[in-house]
């Protein structure tokens, strides 16, 4: 079992930058990767950008890309997401995932059997 833990969501206007952090613990060293998924009101739940966990390998969504950066620290079993330029369509409920899955299709969250409760962040005009 692995337990994740996000923080560091909130309300901020177009065009600054947050962080966001999740931490993870139990049965780490069994992870394949771990991402983060963001669902806005009213949509469904989105890939943002997934990092494998036990190396660099890394990927993100159209929308984000180069705006968004994700990393981890394997000591710490932390996992990161910095936010630079954001829109108010960054505006949603952002969540850690990770799970043990191995293939292709790292941008389902069907891929992921672990997740964290989500933290909000909300970008206004």
């Known amino acids: 079992q692995v337990q994740l833990d996000e923080s560091g969501g909130a309300l901020v206007q177009a065009g600054d930058s947050l962080s966001l952090s999740c931490t993870a613990s139990?049965?780490?060293?069994?992870?394949?990767?771990v991402a983060w998924f963001r669902q806005a009101p009213g949509k469904d739940r989105e890939f943002v950008a997934r990092?494998?966990?036990?190396?660099?390998?890394?990927n993100y969504a159209d929308s984000v890309k180069d705006r968004f950066t994700i990393s981890k620290d394997y000591a710490k079993n932390m996992i990161y997401l910095q936010m630079n330029a954001l829109k108010p369509e960054d505006t949603a409920v952002y969540y850690c995932?990770?799970?043990?899955?191995?293939?292709?299709?790292?941008?389902?969250?069907?891929?992921?059997?672990?997740w964290g409760q989500g933290t909000q962040v909300n970008v206004s005009s």
């Open positions: 139990g049965d780490t060293y069994s992870l394949s990767g």
């Open positions: 990092i494998k966990w036990g190396g660099g390998g890394t």
């Open positions: 995932a990770a799970g043990l899955y191995r293939g292709p299709n790292y941008y389902s969250s069907g891929a992921y059997g672990y």
